[in-house]
């Protein structure tokens, strides 16, 4: 049975929703390129030669009643394998490593390839703040090593 009002509503829905159609395309583009700041410099930490990259430039977001921030690390020097636990903090010094085992956060992990970390940070990121790694291997050495926080983090 045809319509006998062609109001404009019905004359373009149809294309409507050929347009709404074309969205997946455009965020599956977005996830498959993603882009990231890049990387802090280069540090040698032990046996290791490490860099940070971190996954965005907002500021720390809360998770489980701690604030964190996200980083990737990058193992360019040494088999990540022969460390026995890791830790990323962001703060005026580093956390012990009694307080880092208490939870979850804070731990690096993944692959050889990139170690992921959820790295412990206060709310508000300052000047006075560094970003601090700290690598336990499985002979109990434990090294330190920090980064100064890039100027675009801090809370304006």
């Known amino acids: 049975m045809a319509r006998v009002k062609a109001t404009f509503w019905h004359r373009t ?19 498959l390129h993603p882009s990231f700041p890049a990387s802090l410099s280069q540090q040698q930490i032990g046996a290791y030669q490490v860099a ?11 998770h489980d009643g701690a604030y964190i921030k996200d980083f990737m690390v990058l193992f360019h020097q040494g088999n ?3 460390i026995r636990q890791a830790f990323m903090s962001i703060g005026p010094a580093p956390l012990s490593f009694t307080t880092l085992q208490d939870g979850d956060l804070g731990i690096l992990h993944g692959s050889r390839y990139g170690q992921h970390v959820h790295a412990l940070t206060p709310e ?16 109990g050495e434990q090294h330190t090593v920090s980064w100064p926080v890039p100027a675009d983090w801090l809370a304006g």
Do not use: H, N
């Open 52 to 62: 940070p990259m971190p996954l965005d430039l907002a500021q720390p977001y809360q």
């Open 80 to 82: 990540p394998d022969d």
């Open 124 to 139: 508000y990121i300052s000047d006075a703040d560094r970003i601090w790694l700290t690598i336990e291997s499985w002979q």
């Open 13 to 31: 829905k149809f294309k409507l929703s050929g347009l709404l159609l074309l969205l997946p395309v455009y965020f599956l583009y977005q996830a």
